[in-house]
């Protein structure tokens, strides 16, 4: 018998009852770059380690969609879900920089349960974000609960880095997913108003950018999807807070916690799951969101850890339909 291991605690803060599905957003931090955290044991990185750490992730949240970035051991997702019935794909970076240190290329992955959902389109489309090296996957999903809905979901990984060219760049993806999502929308619903209100989208993704910056602002303005939602994207985590569902020690929530020698501790939020809220006529409405572990848990090195496979926390949101 396999010896179980032991993973952060984590709880959910529920806002309301009566969630149909499930959606989990990770950043599952790619084997090979992992040389920047001199805090952590070699123990705690070693993929011999982490591998279990990460089925271990996936298999307690047991979401329904799952969306995950750095990811260049597919095969692990696949042989973790696919047994519980699911349908996955992986789009790798064209120029990964993992592969320079003689690993396999990093990407993006989409998986959804057969048994909730099915696929419009049967395989994701997939999106070279801008002629960049980020890449996203984008799929139409049909509630097998609610046949006459239409869920457009997208994963993606944006250009990381600081300076204002990087957030330029990043602001120019958003865009285009923005674009990609409507045009989505557009080919399911065309010029059909009432055809258009079942359709929601979700989005989930390490955007590589904090709540502020206006790449974020406009995946989250009113009216960005102008065929969906006229109140835009909300993310999950924001609304969780601002409904007073849990109350984070430090202010704010947080997604990645990690220290580098090159810019020292770092404590922010850079991933999202986001949605487009309830309408009159169909959309979502969220029901319970994962709040992030507590400081006492995480411990003063920041993550990865013994207990955490990444740098990142996952994302685990329910959601039901209106």
Not at 237 to 248: D, F, M
Request: glycine share 6%.
């Amino acid at each position: 018998m396999a010896t179980p291991v032991e993973i952060l605690p984590r709880t959910f803060a529920r806002l309301e009852e009566g969630e149909e599905f499930s959606v989990l957003q990770w950043n599952n931090l790619a084997d090979g770059l992992l040389d920047s955290f001199v805090k952590i044991p070699q123990d705690a990185l070693q993929w011999s380690h982490r591998v279990k750490i990460t089925q271990a992730e996936y298999l307690r949240w047991n979401a329904d969609i799952v969306f995950a970035e750095e990811v260049n051991h597919p095969d692990l997702v696949r042989s973790t879900l696919e047994p519980l019935g699911f349908a996955c794909f992986h789009m790798p970076k064209p120029n990964s920089v993992a592969t320079t240190f003689g690993y396999p290329p990093d990407g993006v992955m989409l998986c959804y349960r057969k048994s909730k959902f099915t696929s419009l389109f049967h395989e994701p489309r997939r999106e070279n974000l801008c002629n960049t090296n980020q890449v996203a996957l984008l799929d139409v999903l049909v509630p097998v609960s609610h046949p006459d809905r239409r869920v457009i979901v997208a994963v993606t990984h944006l250009k990381a880095g600081h300076n204002p060219e990087f957030e330029e760049l990043r602001l120019r993806q958003a865009a285009f997913l923005l674009q990609k999502i409507d045009h989505l929308a557009g080919e399911i619903a065309g010029d059909d108003a009432a055809a258009a209100s079942k359709i929601s989208a979700i989005l989930g993704g390490d955007m590589n950018a904090v709540p502020t910056v206006e790449s974020i602002q406009t995946l989250l303005r009113a009216n960005s999807l102008s065929r969906l939602s006229a109140h835009g994207l909300v993310n999950t985590y924001a609304q969780a807070e601002q409904a007073g569902a849990y109350h984070p020690e430090a202010g704010t929530h947080w997604t990645t916690w990690k220290y580098r020698e090159s810019s020292g501790m770092v404590k922010r939020c850079i991933d999202y799951l986001m949605y487009t809220p309830a309408t009159s006529g169909g959309g979502l409405r969220l029901c319970a969101v994962s709040p992030p572990p507590l400081a006492a848990d995480v411990g003063p090195d920041g993550l990865p850890s013994m207990k955490a496979a990444s740098d990142h926390i996952p994302i685990c949101a329910t959601f039901k339909f209106c």
